[in-house]
């Protein structure tokens, strides 16, 4: 299973010219015999607090059309994020798109509060957990911010073997970024794949920070600048280690607090 992870300069609140930058990396990937590219937090805009121009009802969005577009046109899978409308309430999605068809749409269940994401923005309330159409790997995704509260890692972790965080981390806290994905692929025994902007986006700096980490907590990625990354893993390794060292066996979901 190939993966090209993005590195992208999202332009501000510029979706036609974000579109160019994604179409030139996904056929870029798409050339490098990638299974997999993965886009970064609302992919088209940046991390706006002003959603209202930028958001789209889920049955009819332009944005997952271009990317379904995407991925047919190159034949690669693609996960990407946008903002979705919703009874008129904004959410931050996650989408995965395999051989041009949705398979998994989360809505980030934390808006990030510290950042006024919670004023505009309403969290979801689903972990989402898909098995891919060809067999290669059962799959979760999670949001930036949903990064700091492991016990949704561990729900996903009951099934999933690969997890995707895609996110708009600043360079500020970038060391909480790398270390808390290493400890959700450590923990949870599955690879994590958390994918960054980089640039800068309404007075915040973001640098070239996206990684993967396998079951064993080990890093996969060079420190790099390029805009993708690329990987190859094995996703039934994840398995095989769970059961070689079965730490979920001896997880307690249920503890009493008096």
């Known amino acids: 299973m190939k993966i090209a992870l993005t590195q992208m300069d999202i332009i501000w609140e510029n979706p036609a010219e974000n579109q160019k930058t994604c179409q030139r990396l996904t056929e870029e990937a798409s050339r490098n015999n990638c299974n997999w590219i993965i ?39 693609i996960a990407f994020g946008y903002i979705a409308e919703k009874n ?10 395999e051989h041009g068809k949705t398979i998994l749409e989360y809505a ?28 290669a790997a059962c799959l979760s995704g999670f949001i930036c911010y949903d990064l700091r509260f492991p016990e949704v890692f561990q729900v996903a972790s ?4 690969v ?11 970038i ?24 640039g800068e986006g309404n007075g915040l ?5 996206s990684v993967a980490f396998n ?5 996969l990625t060079p420190e790099s600048t390029d805009e993708l990354l690329y990987i190859d893993i094995q996703p039934e390794l994840a398995e095989l280690y769970r059961k070689e060292f079965p730490v979920r066996e001896d997880r307690k979901t249920r503890i009493l607090i008096t």
């Open 39 to 77: 886009f970064p937090e609302m992919t088209l805009t940046g991390f706006t607090m002003n959603p209202e121009p930028f958001r789209e009802t889920i049955t009819t969005s332009p944005t997952k059309a271009f990317f379904q577009q995407l991925s047919t046109d190159y034949n690669i899978n």
């Open 158 to 161: 009951e099934q999933a073997t």
């Open 88 to 97: 008129d309430k904004n959410y931050n999605h996650l989408v995965c798109v």
């Open 175 to 198: 060391a909480h970024w790398y270390t808390l994905l290493q400890a959700r692929a450590i923990e949870n025994q599955c690879f994590i794949m958390g994918v960054n902007r980089t």
């Open 215 to 219: 079951p064993y907590g080990e890093r």
């Open 163 to 173: 997890i995707f965080v895609i996110a708009n981390w600043p360079e500020v806290r």
């Open 108 to 135: 980030k269940i934390h808006p990030f509060s510290y950042g006024d994401e919670s004023k505009h923005y309403t969290g979801g309330d689903e972990i989402l957990i898909t098995n891919l159409i060809d067999g």
């Open 205 to 209: 700096q973001y640098i070239p920070s």
